[in-house]
């Protein structure tokens, strides 16, 4: 199969590159900038993969137009680029809060039209969108990144309905706290956040979710695994949740009230801020 994926120069985006180029797919790895593109790079000489390179940003229209000129030769889209505003809402403008939805939205959304007409004439295709587990449950100061997973999740399961009849798959992929990735590099936060209340708070909550890794931190390939199923089993689940902390999550909040959801997570973490 043939396989485009976005933000490929690190974290779950890198590991499903090379998880799926031992498999022996045809994966086009595209990063905003090939110069990040190093680390990737020097793992797929050392292994001998071949795995082709392309530049494009999800936040311009030319740069998508040209990495997915050849939409109907790709048999698979993984939407993996994205990055985390991180802050108390009060504190995200307009211009933070864009450049969020941007990217983790919009992004996606100019890939997927970039490829449907393509797909549709020809009958098949898949779409695999890297969501999150607060793409389902919103935590404290992470309001701006779970609205564009919540909304990436929506925009999924309306693709789902719109596109089945035409040969067409869709998949969301639901992390949860993966410590081990380097997606922490990339986090931006409102100014006057460093040495603020919030941030305190903040520190405080990201210790306090440390009691929901249990075992130790998660290995981020679990995630590039469930990727690569999605992206090449048929009979893949709409949804995949990944990570022990994201399975009590999400299986909480399903089986009973917000206000019971609520008061069962401040106990777990044992958070009252």
Known sequence: MRILITGSNSGFGKLATLTLARQGHDVIATMRSLEKGTTLLADIAVEGLDVETRQLDVCDPDSIASALADAADIDVLVNNAGFEVQGALEMIDDELMHRQLDTNVLGPLRLIRSVMPAWRERGHGVVVNVSSVVGRATSPFGGAYAASKHALEAMSEALHWEA???????????????????????????????????ETKALSLREALTSLDSGGPSDPQTV???IALAATNPEAPFRTVVGDDADLIVGAKASMSFEDFEQAMRSTIDWYE
Request: proline share 8%; aromatic share 10%.
């Open 224 to 226: 590039a695994d469930a």
């Open 164 to 198: 089945s009849s035409a040969g067409i798959r869709v998949h969301v992929i639901e992390p949860g706290r993966f410590p081990t990735t380097d997606f922490g590099s990339n986090i931006v936060r409102p100014d006057g956040w460093e040495g603020s209340a919030f």
